[in-house]
């Protein structure tokens, strides 16, 4: 026991854990700051029936939700995407900060227990990314995400059944049907693997849907009966995200 900790001690020196949040060095007992924890936008309004955007009280659908068919069954963010996330998956995503994958993880796991219990995934399976984008980054910060979220809950990870085939244009600069247009035909199932009956895939940024669609249609036609998401964060009503 005390070798293990004396490992730990070790590792922490070398390379201490830094907060996702204001990406300083975390207290030793902890992955984030006390008062850094506070700042996360977690999500207490109303939220949309179908992909969990916030909306106001009564509210049963999101606008964006009324207009679109999704392919998807339901699907939730844990937080809302505003400036603190926006700061912590740029980090994570484009500054090497993938050792953020755990701690985000672990608190998406935190809050949507509850969510696992009412869809009960067979599996959960990433967003993939495109191999000349994962040379580039050095890895899927989706399936970063999904790797405590699988370990904690006991939920298969399946990392080799969603392929992406094609590499897209950055999906942040299109708008919603630019979006949809540009991930036509951009995944495919893998020859010869059991297709889950009931997948969850994980994400780190719902906007409008159409990367969760396009994974969803593609699982759905390989054999699958219900497609859910969950993502770190999701943009609200009325905002530049959506």
């Known amino acids: 026991m005390r070798g293990h900790s004396l490992k730990e001690d070790l590792l ?23 008062e850094c924890r506070k700042k996360l936008p977690v999500i207490t309004s109303a939220r949309c029936r179908k992909c969990g955007k916030p909306v106001a009280d009564r509210q049963v659908l999101c606008s964006d939700c009324m207009q679109v068919r999704h392919l998807y069954t339901q699907g939730a963010g ?16 484009y500054k090497g900060r993938q050792e953020y994958g755990e701690t985000l993880g672990k608190l998406m796991l935190e809050s949507s ?20 984008r994962l040379a580039e980054r050095g890895y899927n ?3 970063l995400l999904a790797a405590p979220l699988s370990e904690g809950s006991g939920i298969p990870l399946v990392r080799d059944l969603l392929l992406r085939e ?13 979006r949809r247009r540009n ?6 199932c893998a ?16 906007t409008t849907g159409s990367t969760v669609d396009a994974c ?8 699958a009966l219900q497609v859910f998401f969950l993502t770190l964060c999701i943009g609200g009503e009325n905002t530049a995200e959506n």
Do not use: N
């Not at 009412?118 to 000349?132: G, S, T």
């Not at 590499?167 to 630019?178: F, I, P, V």
């Not at 991930?183 to 495919?188: E, P, V, Y």
């Not at 020859?191 to 719902?206: E, N």
């Open 183 to 188: 991930l036509s035909g951009a995944f495919r």
């Open 141 to 143: 910060q989706a399936e």
């Open 216 to 223: 969803a249609g593609t699982l759905l036609k390989a054999g």
């Open 191 to 206: 020859r010869g693997k059991a297709v889950p009956g009931r997948i969850l895939l994980i994400d780190d940024i719902y």
């Open 166 to 178: 094609e590499r897209t244009k950055a999906q942040k600069k299109l708008g919603a049907e630019d």
């Open 12 to 34: 922490d020196l070398l390379y201490p854990r830094r907060c996702p949040v204001c990406h300083g060095i975390a207290p030793r007992d902890r992955r984030i700051c006390g």
């Open 113 to 132: 227990r509850d969510l696992l219990a009412l869809w009960k995934p067979d599996a959960l399976i990433p967003v993939p990314v495109h191999a000349a």
């Open 78 to 93: 844990i937080f809302r995407y505003d400036d603190v996330m926006r700061s912590t998956v740029a980090y994570f995503k």
